[in-house]
């Protein structure tokens, strides 16, 4: 699926940790990634993205695809909107196209292995 031409009400960061194995199941720091939430039409579509820099403004148009995923948690059903980065296109308020967030080639190397563009992953609003 695919929204075309939208401006996004609110934009979210949150920084991603996981439990791991070491330090007994403390919050662990997973480089630098963040989950990104864009509201669109009161709905939140999301990403996984190096770093808490903005990727869209509020002045800004953005096109991109989406894959909804139903997920079944507690026995609760919900539907979760996931952007694939790579079709993600930004235009200034001018409508020339911009690339905001983090450049690939400042990527750190350690998170160059690790690609989580366009995966699937949960957040709670």
């Known amino acids: 699926m695919n929204k075309e031409n939208v401006k996004t009400e609110d934009y979210k960061t949150t920084k991603i940790y996981r439990s791991g194995m070491w ?3 403390k919050k662990i720091k997973t480089g630098s990634m963040f989950s990104h939430k864009l509201k669109i039409d009161r709905e939140w579509y999301s990403f996984i993205g190096y770093g808490w820099r903005q990727y869209v403004y ?3 148009t953005c096109s991109f695809e989406y894959d909804e995923v139903v997920k079944s948690i507690d026995g609760i059903k919900r539907t979760y909107k996931n952007i694939d980065l790579d079709t993600l296109e930004v235009y200034d308020k001018d409508g020339v196209r911009v690339w905001r967030g983090y450049d690939p080639s400042n990527t ?3 998170q160059k292995e690790v690609d989580h ?3 699937t992953h949960i957040y709670s609003a």
């Open 117 to 119: 563009r366009g995966s």
């Open 58 to 60: 509020k002045e800004d």
């Open 108 to 110: 750190p190397n350690n």
């Open 23 to 25: 330090g007994g199941g």
